[in-house]
């Protein structure tokens, strides 16, 4: 009997021990992160009023040996002057990083691994070879992926707990919260 009594709140402590374990994790599919990054494009510059550039169509894949996310998108390239519409492709890699002021979780040393446009003269193919990837890289460097839920965050900050790592995984990423200055 004085077992029996003791069980219950035994397991009510377990259980608000297994709530607190399960807050101390978000993990999105790649089903998930296709959607969010598909959700930022397309993603349209416009360089000094000569050219639009335009990233189209991303198609996301998980990097978990190298701990990055890696996305190949379609790209257009329309110059104003003339009208001219270049088409082609990039791919490249980044990793994450967390934004704690805005609860972001934003691209990363971005690395362009190809960049191609198609029909381009052979003048402009050696500007695009030399200046494209770097650009790219700079204009997608800090792109929000995904924003944490206001009340999700604010529930950890309550707990004292900040976000501790972002791991890529062969099914998603997983986003570990823990104590603050455990990082």
């Given at each position: 009997a004085g077992l029996a009594a003791l069980l219950p709140p035994l397991t009510?402590?377990?259980a608000a021990g297994n709530a607190a374990n399960a807050l101390r994790t978000i993990t999105l599919s790649q089903a998930k992160l296709n959607e969010l990054v598909a959700k930022r494009f397309p993603y349209?510059?416009?360089?000094?009023?000569?050219?639009?550039?335009?990233?189209?169509?991303?198609?996301?894949?998980?990097?978990?040996?190298?701990?990055?996310?890696?996305?190949a998108m379609d790209l257009v390239v329309a110059e104003r002057l003339t009208g001219t519409r270049y088409s082609g492709?990039?791919?490249?890699?980044?990793?994450?990083?967390?934004?704690?002021?805005?609860?972001?979780?934003?691209?990363?040393?971005?690395?362009?691994?190809?960049?191609?446009?198609?029909?381009?003269?052979p003048a402009q193919r050696q500007l695009i070879s030399q200046y494209a990837p770097r650009a790219a890289e700079t204009l997608l460097s800090n792109v929000v992926l995904y924003r944490i839920p206001d009340e999700y965050l604010g529930m950890a900050r309550n707990l004292g707990w900040v976000v501790s790592t972002l791991r890529v995984q062969a099914d998603g990423l997983r986003i570990e919260l823990g104590p603050q200055g455990a990082r």
């Open positions: 009510a402590g377990a349209t510059r416009n360089f000094s009023g000569l050219a639009d550039l335009s990233l189209q169509s991303p198609r996301l894949r998980l990097l978990p040996q190298d701990n990055r996310l890696g996305t492709g990039i791919d490249l890699d980044y990793g994450l990083r967390f934004d704690e002021q805005e609860g972001a979780i934003r691209m990363a040393d971005v690395k362009v691994n190809r960049i191609a446009v198609d029909q381009v003269p």
